[in-house]
């Protein structure tokens, strides 16, 4: 009896010990509840986000997937995605990233060309040339500026405060913007430019707003989840 | 003559046993086959299937340790005996709904493995890309090695985004504001 005891003992301690060490592979979630001081805010906004993407954005989003068929909307993205070229371009080379700005280089170079215009992604399907996703939060994380509160933004989403800066500079660098200020400009007016922002909303939504639909499924906090998946990732694409 | 005849002899047998790394990839892989065929399958009852499809990752896919972890340290401890037993029943169902849930939407997608990388001697991370028409979505496989010398998935990160951390924080919100019955319930409801 007391072999069995302490055989029970044994295997209790030693799974505690298991578990244990495991527990260094996760954050300490007492510091997270800490570092979100707007909290409170940001809970109302994702409501508030949520009551406009499911009502009004994805309604709208459903309506363009089933009238455009895939390879149009295909067409849409890669000639918007291939203008997020400067900023990409700028960002890659602000991190020394110099052969993921050739890579950028090359990809834009031949999608303009070949591609017509970015309306197909030659680069990818011909030569395998793989888009270097930068952006100047990334740039300020590289440069160790660290995340600050996460803040959600009406529309826009989950941010933090770093992010939510860089989003100027990159603005400015964005052909898809009307900056009177700036020497040159693709677009005519900031109404051409509401006109093109709106259909890329419109279009990424077609393409992002299942897998919106799968987390809150699958979130027992919804708030928390899209808290977690924005600050996670966003740690892993500037360590990358 | 001798001696470099003796070292060769040595070393084969250490050639010839595949490394950890590469052993986990050829058996995820058969299991990814395996799946992928009953996905395609479309003369399979949904419920069969499914059944069919859980009894393949039952070995692989270490559901309970999942559940344990996704209380973090001090969390485990607002939860009693009994409690913390239902915990991990209703969280591993939870857990492998969801799991089933997401092959619903299987249109064709691919899974590629890449290269695994031994972190520590208990510990293997495997990378995946599943390349579906929205583009590519990349899938880490993090494996342990049991006291029984198996290895078992542990983690899934998805997109760099770890399910057991996204799981751990929004439990310990959960307890902090509702305590150990309030997460039990919601638990329950799903």
Known sequence: ?240 | MKRFIFGVLFFIPFLLVASDEITLKVELQKKVDYITKLLNDKSLDVQKRNSMILESIDGLIDFELMSQLSLDKNDRQKLNETQRKEFITLFEKELKDSFLDKLKNYSDEKIELKEPKKIKEDRISLPSVIKSKNGDTEVVFKYYLTKQKEWKIYDLEVAGVSLVQSYRTQFSELLTNGGAEKLLEKLRKK
């Open chain 1, 1 to 240: 009896m007391r072999l069995f005891f302490a055989f029970c003992i044994f295997i209790f301690f030693a799974h505690a010990d298991m578990i244990d060490e495991f527990d260094s592979e996760f954050k300490d979630n007492n510091k997270s509840f800490r570092e979100d001081p707007l909290i409170s805010y940001n809970r109302g906004m994702t409501d508030f986000n949520d009551f406009f993407y499911t009502e009004i954005l994805f309604p709208v989003a459903k309506g363009y997937k089933s009238v455009i068929p895939q390879k149009c909307r295909e067409m849409v993205s890669n000639t918007i995605n291939n203008l997020g070229f400067p900023i990409r371009f700028v960002n890659n080379l602000l991190q020394f990233k110099f052969s993921s700005a050739l890579e950028e280089f090359g990809r834009f170079f031949i999608n303009t060309t070949f591609g017509f215009f970015g309306i197909f992604d030659h680069a990818k399907s011909a030569y395998d040339l793989k888009p270097h996703n930068e952006d100047f939060g990334q740039t300020l994380g590289y440069y160790g500026v660290s995340s600050g509160p996460h803040i959600v933004l009406p529309f826009l989403g989950p941010s933090n405060l770093r992010d939510l800066i860089g989003k100027f500079p990159d603005a400015y660098l964005d052909p898809l913007n009307y900056i009177s200020q700036r020497d040159v400009n693709l677009l005519d007016n900031s109404n051409q430019a509401y006109v093109t922002r709106g259909v890329d909303v419109i279009d990424r939504t077609s393409v992002y707003m299942d897998q919106y639909e799968n987390v809150k499924k699958d979130s027992f906090d919804f708030y928390i989840m899209l808290r977690e998946i924005y600050e996670q990732r966003r740690e892993k694409e500037i360590a990358e």
